[in-house]
């Protein structure tokens, strides 16, 4: 009777991890279900640490439990067995918990291996006969214990799937597309297509995630760098789907502006074509020097690589939104080559705003270089009889001198 009843409250504890003794292998069933109830005299952390959420999956590995559950919930991480678990393996389990975090243990309505089942039988797309017109996925949630099945098909085709498994599953309808430079949501990438939303505004690329002063409220916030000829103070920025990504609301007598309003990260789309999704976190300011061989990755010509700089320091003019003709000064500009060890390869009209970036060798991250502005070319007849193209850009270290901004750097 003893082991029943406290079988019954192991079965909705929630329990801090603390709750562990010496000896507990070889104590008697009721000690252990004893212990599992034993509350922790130490406040348990919040969120678990990384170093938790490994010991948790040892834990889970080690007693044969569906999983460790819970990453993104408010209530902590959940830990839950299979259908059959008896009071005294469950009380093995929380005995073995980590210290200092608030895990919840339960059982599952799942027999080990059952919801892999029902998953691959899902998967194999026969519980309709225009299943394979949609594209699906699942993945079975601890928390709710239950197999979410993400559909694009309408409820008239999903309907089949309640009615076969009940309760043990959760279809939730779902847009499936890839995340691209042309498709991009919250929080935005560096290297999008963007556009504004006037009728007859152009198409330009993002570049940077930074940090300044709102020029409205002074508090300290995100912003996305674009090209300054690009799109007028206040008007709204679009990407290519057509979501809303911002409004201009800082911009310089150089050729860089910014747009605010939502959420931004430390990335840049770094894809060679336009459906690719890769990209690399930016990690600070690159060097700058002649030779240095960069990266641009703009909305109409992609992502090309080794290009190098020409010219550390490039003066020009240049015209803003208003038609107002405005000088960009040497120290703050540079120019970089679009002819490449394996041929010319220029940035084109689109491209203005991109990210020029100098990758990391590991494969992940880079480093901001600058800012494209746009391309040049003349005929060269003394030097090689032939067309020269330059592009130029807006060093990324102007950023600092920018009215009180800074580049924002490994958040991503």
């Given at each position: 009777?003893?082991?029943?009843?406290?079988?019954?409250?192991?079965?909705?504890?929630?329990?801090?991890?603390?709750?562990?003794?010496?000896?507990?292998?070889?104590?008697?069933?009721?000690?252990?279900?004893?212990?599992?109830?034993?509350?922790?005299?130490?406040?348990?952390?919040?969120?678990?640490?990384?170093?938790?959420?490994?010991?948790?999956?040892?834990?889970?590995?080690?007693?044969?439990?569906?999983?460790?559950?819970?990453?993104?919930?408010d209530?902590?991480?959940?830990?839950?067995?299979?259908?059959?678990?008896?009071?005294?393996?469950?009380?093995?389990?929380?005995?073995?918990?980590?210290?200092?975090?608030k895990?919840?243990?339960?059982?599952?309505?799942?027999?080990?291996?059952?919801?892999?089942?029902?998953?691959?039988?899902?998967?194999?797309?026969k519980?309709?006969?225009?299943?394979?017109?949609?594209?699906?996925?699942?993945?079975?949630?601890?928390?709710?214990?239950?197999?979410?099945?993400?559909?694009?098909?309408?409820?008239?085709?999903?309907?089949?799937?309640?009615?076969?498994?009940?309760?043990?599953?959760?279809?939730?309808?779902?847009r499936?597309?890839?995340?691209?430079?042309?498709?991009?949501?919250?929080?935005?990438?560096?290297?999008s297509?963007?556009?504004?939303?006037?009728?007859?505004?152009g198409?330009?690329?993002?570049?940077?995630?930074?940090?300044?002063?709102?020029?409205?409220?002074?508090?300290?916030?995100?912003?996305?760098?674009t090209?300054?000829?690009c799109?007028?103070?206040?008007?709204?920025?679009?990407?290519?789907?057509?979501?809303?990504?911002?409004?201009?609301?800082?911009?310089?007598?150089?050729?860089?502006?910014?747009?605010?309003?939502?959420d931004?990260?430390?990335?840049?789309?770094?894809?060679t074509?336009?459906?690719?999704?890769?990209?690399?976190?930016?990690?600070?300011?690159?060097?700058?020097?002649?030779?240095?061989?960069?990266c641009?990755?703009?909305?109409?010509?992609?992502?090309?690589?080794?290009?190098?700089?020409?010219?550390?320091?490039?003066?020009h003019?240049?015209?803003?939104?208003?038609?107002?003709?405005?000088?960009?000064?040497?120290?703050?500009?540079?120019?970089?080559?679009?002819?490449?060890?394996?041929?010319?390869?220029?940035?084109?009209?689109?491209?203005?705003?991109?990210?020029?970036?100098?990758?990391?060798?590991?494969?992940?991250?880079?480093?901001?270089?600058?800012?494209?502005?746009?391309?040049?070319?003349?005929?060269?007849?003394?030097?090689?009889?032939?067309?020269?193209?330059r592009?130029?850009?807006?060093?990324?270290?102007?950023?600092?001198?920018?009215?009180?901004?800074?580049?924002?750097?490994?958040?991503?």
């Open positions: 009777m003893l082991l029943a009843t406290a079988a019954a409250l192991v079965a909705s504890l929630v329990v801090p991890a603390s709750a562990s003794a010496a000896g507990t292998t070889s104590a008697p069933a009721a000690s252990l279900v004893s212990l599992a109830a034993a509350v922790s005299s130490e406040e348990p952390t919040k969120k678990p640490s990384q170093e938790q959420w490994k010991e948790l999956d040892k834990v889970a590995k080690k007693h044969s439990s569906l999983g460790v559950f819970g990453v993104q919930s209530s902590g991480p959940v830990l839950t067995l299979p259908a059959g678990t008896t009071a005294e393996e469950k009380a093995k389990a929380v005995a073995d918990l980590p210290d200092g975090v895990v919840t243990v339960k059982t599952s309505k799942f027999a080990k291996g059952e919801a892999d089942k029902v998953q691959k039988e899902i998967m194999a797309n519980w309709h006969k225009e299943a394979k017109k949609y594209e699906i996925g699942s993945f079975y949630d601890g928390e709710k214990d239950k197999l979410v099945v993400n559909a694009e098909a309408p409820e008239s085709v999903t309907a089949a799937l309640k009615s076969v498994y009940g309760d043990k599953i959760e279809v939730l309808q779902t499936f597309e890839q995340q691209t430079r042309f498709t991009d949501w919250e929080p935005f990438l560096g290297g297509s963007i556009r504004g939303n006037a009728a007859n505004s198409v330009c690329s993002s570049g940077f995630k930074i940090y300044s002063t709102h020029p409205d409220t002074g508090a300290w916030t995100e912003m996305m760098t090209a300054g000829h799109f007028p103070f206040h008007q709204l920025v679009l990407n290519a789907s057509g979501t809303w990504m911002g409004w201009m609301k800082k911009d310089s007598s150089n050729d860089i502006a910014a747009f605010l309003g939502y931004y990260v430390s990335g840049i789309w770094t894809g074509f336009s459906g690719s999704t890769a990209s690399r976190s930016v990690k600070g300011y690159s060097g700058m020097w002649n030779g240095l061989n960069v641009v990755s703009g909305q109409t010509s992609y992502q090309h690589c080794d290009h190098p700089i020409t010219a550390t320091s490039y003066a003019s240049w015209t803003d939104p208003y038609g107002q003709t405005r000088v960009a000064w040497a120290n703050d500009n540079f120019a970089y080559s679009a002819h490449t060890a394996y041929g010319v390869h220029p940035t084109q009209g689109g491209d203005s705003g991109a990210p020029i970036h100098t990758p990391d060798g590991n494969g992940t991250d880079t480093w901001a270089t600058g800012s494209h502005h746009r391309l040049i070319s003349w005929y060269d007849n003394s030097v090689c009889g032939c067309m020269q193209y592009m130029i850009g807006v060093k990324a270290s102007f950023i600092t001198r920018w009215g009180n901004a800074q580049l924002a750097a490994d958040e991503y």
